[in-house]
């Protein structure tokens, strides 16, 4: 019964650790679609000035982030607008992952594109793909300097809850 104990009040903060980690990774991940998404638009617009609808079909035929392109093209051709479509494709990926001020500033991406010329609308995407690069650098390197401490602090709190249950 002890070791059942044991290993319940050792494994269940770890276990939450592991979780945290997974989210990160997640996290990150949805980072680098995002960054990938803002530099094909850059692309694209290089070549061709396509409208909103015409540009997520070809980043979705591109297999560009297609779930998120998808749902862009999709509310898109409901009438909703570009920041609509945009903010209800970022909250379908999973947008609840990014910190608040990260989720803010890639909504504000959907009320400054569009507008001005195709140079502008190419500088504003360079600007939000540097964006999410320094997002997913921020995160590696938090969880590179607290990961340790996640895990060994996770073990130590479940060790301290055996000890004082017993």
Request: with cysteine; aromatic share 10%.
């Amino acid at each position: 019964m002890r070791s059942l104990m044991l290993f319940v009040c050792c494994c269940s903060p770890c276990a939450l650790a592991m979780q945290q980690f997974v989210k990160t990774y997640k996290t990150i991940e949805l980072l680098k679609n995002l960054q990938l998404v803002f530099e094909q638009i850059t692309f694209v617009l290089s070549g061709s000035l396509p409208d909103a609808v015409n540009l997520f079909r070809v980043l979705r035929c591109r297999n560009v982030f297609p779930v998120f392109c998808t749902n862009i093209c999709d509310s898109l051709l409901t009438g909703a607008t570009f920041a609509e479509s945009w903010m209800c494709g970022l909250c379908n990926i999973g947008g609840d992952m990014l910190s608040v001020s990260e989720k803010e500033e890639i909504l504000s991406f959907a009320d400054s594109f569009g507008l001005g010329s195709v140079d502008e609308q190419i500088r504003i995407c360079k600007h939000f793909s540097q964006f999410c690069i320094n997002a997913i650098d921020k995160r590696k390197n938090n969880l590179a300097k607290n990961g340790k401490l996640y895990l060994s602090g996770s073990l130590l709190f479940g060790a301290l809850i055996f000890v004082l249950l017993f």
